[in-house]
């Protein structure tokens, strides 16, 4: 089951009340509230729940003017839930100073699949603090860079080969009988370009 809420300017209370619902949900897989602006406050009573929520798998917190006390609730949510897949978090307050919360709670995280973090504030700096977060995680395979402040190649090329890692492992993990070379080529792990098209960082470097 999925709800969508995005674009409905809900509010702190309506974030309250839907705190209720999950509390004693158990079906609902997909929930988007981009670009409601529900800011820290609502990200913190958002967390009480999802700390402890076992069916949610996406989550949409897009365009919500997410700060660091927001980024530092949702760093203990993934250290804590065990069943999101997919988080989006593009287009908030995200830079380099508060990247770190989800870097650390990245070396704890071992379900998260996709990371949507584009159109945030965050520099080459803050793009290795999150490599060295990826060194110790083994599920993240996707991660959405595009919109921020320039990287340069060193970078992609360190958090692409960290992810493709993590590719690897899981099929192997799967039981893949072969693995064809060939196909690892189509692989996207990372996504950086500036334009915000997805695109392919093997080609944007020319391996």
């Not at 997909?30 to 602006?37: R, V, W, Y």
């Not at 003017?65 to 593009?90: F, P, Q, Y």
């Not at 965050?122 to 395979?141: D, E, H, M």
């Not at 915000?196 to 093997?202: A, S, V």
Request: a negative charge; charged letters at 25%; glycine letters at 10%.
């Amino acid at each position: 089951k999925s709800l969508c809420l995005a674009g409905n300017d809900i509010g702190i209370t309506s974030v309250k009340s839907l705190v209720e619902m999950l509390h004693s949900n158990t079906s609902l897989e997909f929930l988007e509230l981009g670009c409601n602006e529900i800011g820290d406050g609502g990200v913190r009573a958002l967390g009480e729940v999802l700390r402890i929520n076992t069916c949610l798998k996406v989550i949409g917190l897009s365009d919500n003017g997410i700060g660091d006390e927001g980024v530092k609730e949702l760093s203990e949510v993934l250290r804590l839930n065990s069943t999101i897949k997919e988080l989006g978090l593009a287009n908030n307050n995200i830079g380099d100073d508060n990247i770190r919360y989800i870097a650390d709670a990245l070396r704890f995280n071992s379900t998260l699949e996709g990371l949507q973090m584009s159109d945030n504030q965050i520099s080459n700096v803050g793009a290795r603090v999150l490599a060295q977060g990826l060194r110790f995680n083994t599920s993240l395979t996707r991660l959405h860079l595009e919109c921020n402040i320039d990287m340069d190649e060193d970078v992609g090329t360190m958090i692409g080969g960290l992810l493709e890692r993590n590719e690897i492992e899981k099929k192997l993990t799967e039981s893949w009988a072969v693995i064809d070379p060939a196909g690892s080529k189509a692989f996207c792990p990372v996504f950086l370009s500036k334009a915000g098209e997805m695109c392919d960082i093997r080609a944007m470097y020319g391996l």
